[in-house]
């Protein structure tokens, strides 16, 4: 079969198992086959799986191409099987066909594609885990045993759309403090009047440094929480915030310009999920210009986040549809999203051999 049927063929056997994350064992065994069928050396740790294409030499560049085979739980919404794989009007329908197991088999497709040929690079195929959740045991848990990338390729639905810098997430628990007192005296000071001053801020705030490609870092109050009792002025008063954060910013940086303008105390659940942008002047750019490649800044998160070298994120299927009910891919999504990677790590390869 030919690097089309192989892809959809792969697509399917991964929809039919169940692969929630940190419950991809199964699919995990169906990618490390894929490639001993075809005798490609495996790597795995825990549910991520990799494979190189050999021989590495250390002298070369690497790029690094990466997407996940984890998938959210399906909503109440569908109305076919989630892990029956339905072909229907030009579509392949299924639980993760979209995202992102159409872009993870189009990468292997084409990481087969170039497996014995004579590259400018070092080629490097990893089917990561818990991508959905951004898990510590999924592609984070395995930087370390990598080399280190000039560029990684993360395969997400982007309609193939190169997304050259992506939006970084910060969720923070604040705490604000008043003083407890009976409700029907004027005793106490009122937590949820103090945070109501915040929260004001917080409604209007305008973050100072503006992304070329992702525009304004964002903060919005989702959660709030305050009092037990009904006759009780509460002293603690907690929300939570969830902060969109793009290149223009670090985390710790978007931290510090909330801090200087609330009262409440501010407490980040973690300080991992960074923005991403491609360095200027970095060959990837030059790529997509020849090929005439939409660029644009993406606010959804991925692997990009926790990949700490130059990325880009591009793909077959459409955002859109993640996570919806009755989650399909186009079959001829399949076929050019295997044609438009080749084309692009084929132009890579011309360009650095013509700098070098």
Partial sequence: MGLYDDAVQLLKQLIEIPSYSREESSTAEVLEEFFTARDIEVHKSGNNIWAFTAPFDKSKPTIWLNSHHDTVKPNAGYT????????????????????AGGPLVCLMAAFTHFYEEDLPYNLIMI?????????KNGIASVIDQLPPCDLAIVGEPTLMEMAVAEKGLMVIDAKVYGKA???????GVNSIYLALDDLQKIKDFEFQKVSQFLGKTKVSATVIHAGEQHNVVPDLCEFVLD????????????????????SAALIPRSLRLQSSHVPEGHLILKVGEQ?????????????????????VKIGPGDSARSHSA???????????????????????AEMLTQTN
């Fill in 80 to 99: 076919k099987d989630p892990f029956h794989a339905i072909t229907q009007d030009g579509k392949l329908f299924g639980l993760g066909s979209n995202d």
């Fill in 127 to 135: 089917a990561s885990a818990e991508e959905e959740i951004s898990g």
């Fill in 181 to 187: 007192g009976h409700a029907a005296r004027e005793e």
């Fill in 243 to 262: 902060v969109r954060v793009t290149d223009a910013y670090s985390l710790e940086e978007a931290l510090e310009e909330l801090k200087s303008n609330l």
């Fill in 291 to 311: 090929l005439e490649l939409k660029t644009y800044g993406s606010p959804t998160l991925s692997d990009q986040a926790l990949i700490p070298y130059p990325s």
């Fill in 326 to 348: 009755d989650e399909y891919i186009y079959l001829n999504e399949i076929q050019k999203g295997i044609e438009g990677y080749i084309k692009i790590l084929d132009t890579y």
